[in-house]
């Protein structure tokens, strides 16, 4: 490998190769193989879920599903890399299947002017499928709050935490944490919110985005950090979720806007923490966090680039 050259190390060159390209090109959706892999794990939670069921049999149940199901994958993704004539040119393709850009997404992008049409009910046909909560009976501004909740925490759990995952830790890892994102998304739109079926998936997807949401949040918070830090005490160990609370605490510091509240999953209302006591977000709170999360994008690829040169120098 030729090392006096800018940004030779390939996972670098992927990385800004696959990102560039999650902006102008989508893979459609029934051609994903994820979009399967959600199906199939739809299904098994179908055959397998009852609330009825004991709590340690929902547990070790899903628990099992999960580890089968990442050893099977796993043995596959390892057999076609040991087999690749360029695996560098499989990783890109592993790499690009495992990222999706909510930023990129032309439906979603068509949001904000929806709303100011008042065409609510086109809107939440948008959304619908990107969230567990049942949309039907959100207002306009329930639209607005979820549709930034949902831009920003799969901004950075489809997009930002597999390209950091593979840079630091190698594509096996980026995508199993992809599968176990999946087949979270899954069972969550089948199962209760709060039932132990989906908490093996939960914990191990809260132990992987720990760190990188964490820096994540921290470099988008600039210019509003002691606000943010503000926020994420106040709020944050009562949110459902601690790592989409930490998230959350710094988009609402920085758009000064109110995130969160009461939502319906199942038909059943769960008391979701509000947070901050801001106005509540109106229709240019959208386009705004789109450019907030870009930026903060941008800074992780002058982040990517500088580690390189950095590389470079002392090697």
């Not at 191990?204 to 005490?233: A, D, N, Q, W």
Request: proline content about 4%; overall charge positive.
């Amino acid at each position: 490998m030729d090392y006096g050259l800018v940004l030779t190390e390939p996972s670098a060159v992927i990385i800004i190769i696959t990102a560039t390209l999650s902006y102008f090109l989508t893979i459609p959706q029934h051609i994903n193989p994820f979009f399967l892999y959600y199906i199939i794990q739809h299904n098994i939670a179908k055959r397998l879920y009852q609330p009825t069921n004991s709590a340690i049999y929902q547990y070790l149940a899903s628990t099992a599903i999960v580890f089968l199901c990442l050893s099977i994958s796993l043995t596959l993704v390892f057999g076609l890399l040991s087999f690749a004539y360029y695996p560098e040119i499989l990783e890109a393709v592993l790499l690009f299947l495992c990222i999706s850009n909510p930023l990129a997404k032309s439906a979603l992008n068509r949001v904000p002017f929806l709303l100011a049409k008042g065409q609510n009910s086109a809107v939440k046909e948008i959304i619908r499928p990107l969230l567990r909560r049942n949309v039907d009976k959100l207002s306009e501004t329930g639209i607005i709050k979820a549709t930034i909740e949902t831009k920003s925490l799969r901004c950075v759990r489809e997009f930002f935490i597999p390209l950091f995952l593979f840079y630091f830790l190698g594509i096996e890892i980026a995508f199993c944490y992809r599968l176990v994102l999946a087949t979270h998304y899954s069972w969550s739109a089948y199962c209760n919110v709060d039932s132990l079926f989906i908490k093996s998936t939960a914990v191990i997807l809260y132990i992987i985005e720990y760190l990188p949401l964490r820096l994540f949040s921290l470099t988008m918070s600039l210019g509003k950090c002691v606000l943010s830090l503000r926020l994420i005490h106040l709020y944050n160990a009562n949110f459902y979720n601690q790592n989409s609370g930490y998230l959350l605490s710094v988009v609402s510091a920085k758009q000064q806007c109110q995130i969160g509240g009461p939502s319906y999953y199942h038909n059943k209302r769960f008391a979701k923490t509000r947070i901050s006591q801001f106005d509540v977000p109106k229709i240019s709170h959208l386009k705004s966090t789109d450019k907030m999360l870009n930026k903060t994008l941008l800074l992780w690829a002058s982040i990517l680039i500088l580690l390189e040169f950095l590389y470079v120098a002392t090697s």
